[in-house]
């Protein structure tokens, strides 16, 4: 059981990350700003920053008193804003960071409970990150145990503790980072800008002995795209997200893992959306990946997809949408 809140406050930085929406319009500030007023007075220093990923801004969004809104005026993706939340976060002497999409359904008692694990785990050195439990409509999405295999492997229900495993995965909105260990493993990387940020992420943390604290007693609401990848996710926004995956397991994982993702875009390519009345050009997205990993060699694979990467945050520069007046 974690205790209550200590003497001292804890200082918590908290990015929400918008797109195409004003702040005050997020499900992720208003449930975090409900939470906020029915945590203990005095025990929680929380600063908000809206990190607006808008093409070319919005002129008209009003950032809610005492926060702070920034927009690079281009889409630039999570790793982008979760890293200059980061260096707000330093600059400013926060201790955590708490990363948000825009719709992330918090608990009442969210801060109240994250504040009380964070007193808890402050002085545990290998601590790097609290992650609270969360569902998608109902089906836990994360975190997951064993996020690196075919089968994800889950928490017991409600666990609380530190995960001894070393593929301990979890989303991005909701995370609580210490801010001393997210920058001792330099931050996001910026390759992976939207999908696959955060598995990438906790596999550096892992990889440099540090370790995830599991919240099974915090449960979160967020809506994940992929669960609904014909009505969520655009053809295009496929193809990236096969992307990175491949990428990440090339960059990440070891021969295991390359078996199982071939085994992978096998099912997504004869089975998955063919055998359920789906759509042929998810089809064939896969099979072009699958072919990718039959055909070509990993260092081929990675220059290409760092390649289009480039292209794509290149792109999205020159694609500006002008700023409403």
Known sequence: MVESFNSVPIRMLAVIVLYRMDPQDSISFQTLEAARKNAPAGKLSLKLFFYDNTPGGQTSAESPEGSSYESPGENRGLAAAYNRALEIAHQEGYDWLLTLDQDTQLPIDFLSKIGDTAAFVSTLKQVAVIVPTIYDSGVLISPNA?????FPKKFPEGFVGISLENSTSAVNSASMFKVSALRSVGGYDPRFWLDYSDAVMYHRLQSNGLRVFVAGNICVEHELSVQDMKHRVPLERYEAILGAESAYCDECMGRAADVQLLVKFLYRSFYKF????????YSRIAFRFL?????????HRMETWERSVKCRLASSEHEREPMQS
Request: glycine share 18%; with cysteine; net charge positive.
């Open 274 to 281: 063919w055998g359920r009345g789906g759509s042929l050009a």
């Open 291 to 299: 072919c990718r990993r039959l055909f070509y060699t990993r260092k």
């Open 146 to 150: 064993g996020s690196y295999t075919a």
